[in-house]
């Protein structure tokens, strides 16, 4: 399963750190992605991590402001996301990647950010 | 890139049948990759109901069942049940594989 950090609530312009701790499987075998839902929208893919080497690779519209880190001691990955705005409230989830589909998913982080 | 192109809502009635569709590009969905959906109720976390373009996970009832032609995967729901109201996605990978794309999401309502 995958379990996430509590809620955050941020100032714009801050730096935010979602966490997604893994269990009960391997972790540097599947890749892991961060999805977003901005409330009453879409899902919105951020990006994936090889918790194995590392290697990551972000949607267009993150490149720069997105980081995706792992620690294969605690099996968890981290989502940095810096210069946060408003409008980057969402719950933030993430997913393992298994064979061309995600799951399980995490529980989901609510993000607020205010101005 | 551009999500995937879904209808924003449909509906029907119980004991009928739906189809969802969700069209890419050769980029994506008519590439050589595979599609998968997921459902979503409110406040819920979303559920991956169809893999690999028609691939059901177990659990996951044989009402629901996907296809794929050219650059557009369906998604079809037959004898609709109330509890199918939800918000449905469909994911692609990008013919690289690098990259994912989701649909914008279909609001389904069961009258």
């Known amino acids: 399963q995958l379990v996430q950090s509590g809620p955050e609530v941020k100032k714009s312009g801050a730096s935010l750190t979602v966490s997604c701790k893994a269990s009960g499987y391997t972790f540097s075998g599947f890749y892991i992605h961060w999805v977003r839902q901005a409330p009453g929208q879409g899902l919105e893919w951020m990006g994936w991590i090889n918790p194995q080497s590392g290697a990551t690779n972000y949607a267009d519209k993150f490149q720069g402001r997105v980081t995706l880190t792992r620690d294969t001691s605690t099996s968890t990955v981290h989502m940095n996301l810096t210069r946060v705005r408003p409008d980057d409230t969402a719950v933030y989830y993430c997913a393992r990647d298994v064979n061309w589909r995600l799951d399980p998913w995490g529980q989901g982080t609510l993000v607020t950010v205010s101005s | ?111």
Do not use: M
């Open chain 2, 1 to 111: 890139q551009s999500a995937l192109t879904q209808p924003a809502s449909l509906s029907g009635s119980p004991g009928q049948s739906i189809t969802i569709s969700c069209t890419g590009t050769s980029s994506d969905v008519g590439s050589y990759t595979f599609v998968s959906w997921y459902q979503q109720h409110p406040g819920k976390v979303p559920k991956v109901i169809i893999y690999e373009d028609n691939k059901r996970p177990s659990g996951v009832s044989n009402r629901f069942s996907g296809s794929k032609s050219g650059n557009t995967a369906s998604l079809t729901i037959s004898g609709l049940r109330a509890e199918d109201e939800a918000d449905y996605y469909c994911l692609s990978y990008t013919r690289t594989s690098t990259r994912v794309i989701f649909g914008g999401g279909t609001k389904l309502t069961v009258l």
